[in-house]
């Protein structure tokens, strides 16, 4: 799970890095030369790379829940959630906003501290739950995932009780009929269908990852789950890959496949949810292998607690990075290339120099307080 989350979080920076040189997205730095094959290779991270994220989210949640108790989790989401949330909105969001306006307007002359309070200038939007605040600049950018997150732990914890009671049966179902696994796939179709999906947060309906967020939370790290999981591994991989591909027609050629009514369009986003769940069971299964317990690398250990500050790091550094290069009269590849490995490079950087060197700066990124000769390690 460790290492999933940290190839999903560093995976963004390759993933948003290609969004500058995509023809049909409207990311806040575009090159002036594009290519079809960015949209087409983005799918294949879209189907199932954030649906992931929660689904690891919602089984962290169950262990978390267990050592706790609800109260105390709930207090540790809004600390840990929370905090980091409040603080990026206001010191990171701003900034690729900013140089959106900069770069679709070479005339644009304002500066970052004239921008900076209007983008904070919002009003209450209690519809759009959990995204209560709007304005004409304000966004919450990448931070959606972590407004999800924090907002579904919320919901969860008054039911984590009744909700791990009701999935024990659920898995005894399971040891005798796999197939049961699947059945998450029906109301992920229909909430994508029905309730539509959103470009804004990768792709999927906002409740889709709800689903992900409670079976993740249901399956934790239940032997029964994951001995079926290792058996229909390879055909709901292939079946993932069928779905996947019978939902590329309506993407292609629908004016509008996120929100048209037409049953094209209801049949296309519906195949697709189905396709993401097919594709998270089967990239579990396949990666679940029983062996003997062995320590987690250095490395892995690392970067597992950096994942939650290399997330909200990344996309203002990936903004500002491509600002600079698009305007190269270079190929697509060399920029591409100098955004990503630059990118990498600064993250990393302003998480081992800057945010896990004091406690003051590892609380507002999430992250728990280290012993004091570790500060300086």
């Known amino acids: 799970m460790d290492a999933l989350r940290v190839f999903v979080v560093l995976g963004l920076v390759f993933f948003h890095s290609g969004l500058v040189f995509a023809p049909d997205d409207d990311f806040y730095v575009k ?17 199932w790379a954030m649906p992931m994220l929660f689904l690891i989210a919602g089984l962290g949640s169950r262990h978390s829940i267990r050592r706790r108790g609800p109260a105390r989790f709930t207090r540790e989401r809004l600390l840990r959630l929370g905090v980091p949330l409040v603080f990026a909105t206001v010191v990171l969001c701003p900034l690729p906003q900013w140089l959106r306006l900069r770069a679709a307007d070479a005339g644009y002359e304002e500066s970052y501290w004239r921008f900076w309070p209007r983008f904070l200038t919002v009003r209450l939007e209690a519809a759009d739950f959990p995204f209560v605040l ?17 907002a579904f732990s919320l919901l ?7 909700l791990a009671a009701w999935s024990q049966p659920l898995w005894q179902a399971v040891e005798r009929r796999p197939a049961l696994l699947l059945l998450p796939a029906v109301p992920l179709a229909a909430i994508n269908a029905f309730l539509g999906m959103e470009e804004g947060f990768a792709g999927w309906n906002r409740w889709a990852y709800l689903v992900f967020f409670l079976f993740g939370y249901a399956l934790a790290d239940d032997a029964r789950v994951r001995a079926a999981l290792r058996r229909l591994a390879v055909p709901v991989g292939v079946a993932g890959l069928v779905l996947f591909a019978g939902s590329a027609p309506g993407f292609l050629a629908l004016d509008d ?15 697709f949810g189905a396709a993401g769940w097919c594709w998270v069971m089967a990239v579990l299964g396949l990666l679940d292998r029983p062996r003997e317990a062995a320590p987690p690398s250095r490395a892995m250990m690392y970067l597992g607690l950096a994942a939650l500050p290399l997330y909200v790091l990344h996309q203002p550094v990936v903004v500002a990075l491509a600002y600079g290069v698009v305007g190269w009269s270079a190929p697509i590849v060399v920029e591409y290339a100098v955004i990503v490995t630059g990118s990498l490079a600064v993250i990393l950087a302003l998480y081992e120099f800057v945010v896990r060197r004091t406690r ?11 012993p004091p000769d570790a500060l300086s390690s």
């Open 134 to 150: 709007d304005g004409e600049h304000f966004e919450t950018g990448h931070l959606w995932f972590v407004v999800l997150l924090l």
């Open 31 to 47: 090159n002036a030369q594009t290519t079809d094959a960015v949209t087409v290779l983005a799918g294949f991270g879209v189907v």
């Open 156 to 162: 969860l914890a008054p039911v984590a009780a009744p």
């Open 360 to 370: 003051l700066t590892r609380f507002l990124f999430g992250m728990r307080p280290a």
């Open 257 to 271: 496949p996120f929100t048209e009514w037409g049953p094209f369009a209801l049949v296309t986003r519906a195949v």
